[in-house]
């Protein structure tokens, strides 16, 4: 993960843009103060944006999920879009949570130059 001062954060903060839409992952957010910088206003937090949740896999190395949770894991790598894990859905999840971002995204009012941060 790039450091919040890195060059590309500092080349963004000297573009200019109307919106700026961040989850509410920390790591985004920081970015996101850094690239707004002394604009008016502030970013808008969008939690649609953010990242998948894999449930009892989460957090685990490959190593540890493929040990304790071989088949789950397997299932997982094998096809993504289709895993269910405890009666959820990870990725299709994920996607309808994206869906719901672009719905607040293209549909904000007056801004049309702007960025996005997941």
């Known amino acids: 993960m790039p450091h919040v001062n890195s060059p590309p954060a500092s080349q963004l903060a000297a573009q200019p843009f109307d919106a700026l839409f961040v989850s509410p992952l920390r790591r985004a957010r920081q970015t996101a103060s850094v690239v707004w910088g ?19 896999l989460q957090g685990l190395e ?6 304790s949770l071989g088949p789950v894991y397997a299932s997982w790598q094998a096809a993504p879009a289709a895993f269910e894990l405890h009666g959820h859905a990870p990725v299709r999840e994920l996607w309808h949570r994206a869906s719901l971002a672009w719905r607040s995204v293209l549909g904000a009012q007056a801004p049309r130059s702007l960025l996005v941060r997941a």
């Not at 490959?62 to 040990?67: E, G, H, I, L, R």
């Open 38 to 56: 002394d604009r008016p206003g502030g970013p808008t937090l969008l939690p649609s944006l953010r990242e998948v949740d894999l449930y009892s």
């Open 62 to 67: 490959k190593a540890q999920a493929k040990q």
